[in-house]
């Protein structure tokens, strides 16, 4: 008997995966994006074959897979390959599709905006104002691994035509995003540079740092709320003043003043009386 447990539950998430792809295969006129959604549908089933928790697979539910294969489908990221632009993780019952880094860029790029990350180790040479990084200095010969290595990470940014924006995100916000994860065995445990990586582009987007027309991250309900709660008690720990105090590094703008004008030649100071002429 408990064989024949053993072997049925892998076929019955073979005969979801095949009746998703069916469904959407119905659905859709686009011949491009029926093409598409076939070489997901394939990846997906290979994803299932090689997973070490088979068990979470078999208790997503057949819409959640049907709406994994028609996001990686319609947005063209793809689960498999080296390194993926997209992983399947099994969370309570369902299938979600989680963008990695790589995917995120992709999906920034057709938006028209450069973006990529950089783990910072514990070793790294890092000097943060005001949440951007103002130098940044890595140590070749410990390039973090794991969690335990990474001091947080660098998002940097940049619109056509414009330099780069380089924020810190530390680890309140990774920390946040792997407590929200109910997946076991999942690629937080195998990749977890590569998710935190991740995680700390949806950080930015999530506080406003970042702001790209026409694109739209997707965002876990949990991990929103981890990461909220994170921000909280981080803030407790700071003191009501630490605010303050950052906000003071920067003087108002009624005491910045205006370059003076000097002359071409020699450099001299122009009264402002010349200057106006």
Known sequence: ??????????????????????????????????????????????????????????????????????????????????????????????LQARPTHIGYATLAARAGLRLRTVPVGRGDELEVDLGLIVSHRADIDAEPASLEDLRGVAVCYAAPGQPETRLWIGMAAIRAARSASRSRGGPWETHPVQMARAAAIRAAFRRGDIIAEGLTLPEDADEVAAAREAERVERALRGPAADLRRAQQLPPVDAWEAEQERDPVTGEALPDEAGAR
């Open 1 to 94: 008997m408990s064989t024949a447990i053993a072997t049925s539950t892998p076929t019955r998430q073979r005969s979801i995966i095949e009746r998703a792809e069916s469904a959407l295969l119905a659905s859709i006129g686009e011949e491009a994006l029926r093409v598409t959604v076939a070489r997901v549908a394939l990846a997906v089933r290979s994803a299932r074959a090689r997973a070490k928790n088979g068990s979470d697979w078999d208790r997503c539910s057949p819409e959640s897979v049907a709406a994994a294969i028609e996001y990686c489908a319609r947005h063209e990221l793809h689960p498999g390959g080296s390194p993926p632009t997209v992983y399947l993780i099994p969370q309570a019952g369902e």
